[in-house]
């Protein structure tokens, strides 16, 4: 992924995620694949953290339906 060799575009990377979220084109699933086994190792660590308030949105949403 292009965004583990550009620290701006990570820090970006969850507001860009919410905004395609929102707007569907990306699926709840899909996010939580990418977090749990679909990202290259080398800067995994760094995805699940920048993406690790979101998520823990996105289940919290989940619980309460």
Known sequence: MQCYED???MKLLPE??????????LAEDTIL?????GTNPKG????????????NWLEEAEEEE
């Open 44 to 55: 995994r660590q760094t995805f699940v953290k920048a993406l690790e308030p979101f998520v």
């Open 33 to 37: 694949h990418w977090l749990r086994k």
């Open 7 to 9: 620290v701006k575009l």
């Open 16 to 25: 860009i995620i919410r905004s395609l979220y929102d707007q569907d084109v």
